[in-house]
């Protein structure tokens, strides 16, 4: 895998162990219980809450509740719309811009 050819290339060691490493990588969600566990000077390649932000549906709905509360702040993205549920907004937006 590309991360233990990384991690050889930087003459790190690689583990299955739960303790004495610096850097765990995964591709799974991680709990908050297991980011609280975390020592000095542990890290993880994910934080709890990760696929709020990750998946582009959900971070498009975050961004655009934040718009809806503080446009202000949060007028730095285009129009978003997720697919089916946005469809008539959609729609509507469409239709405005036509005009």
């Known amino acids: ?3 233990a050819e990384c991690c050889a290339n930087m003459g790190w060691a ?3 162990t739960e303790t004495g490493w610096h850097l765990f990588w995964t591709d ?3 709990s908050e219980e297991r980011c609280m566990k ?3 000077p542990q890290k993880i ?3 709890p809450g990760m696929q709020q ?3 582009k549906c959900k971070l498009a709905r975050h961004l655009n509740r934040l718009r809806d509360s503080l446009p202000a702040l949060f007028d730095f993205h285009p ?3 997720n697919l089916p ?3 008539k907004a959609l729609q509507r937006a469409c239709g405005e811009k036509h005009k």
Do not use: P, W
């Open 1 to 3: 895998s590309v991360i």
């Open 14 to 16: 690689t583990t299955d």
């Open 28 to 30: 799974l969600s991680v």
């Open 38 to 40: 975390l020592r000095r």
């Open 45 to 47: 390649n994910h934080f």
């Open 53 to 55: 932000v990750a998946h």
């Open 79 to 81: 129009e978003t719309f």
């Open 85 to 87: 549920v946005d469809a």
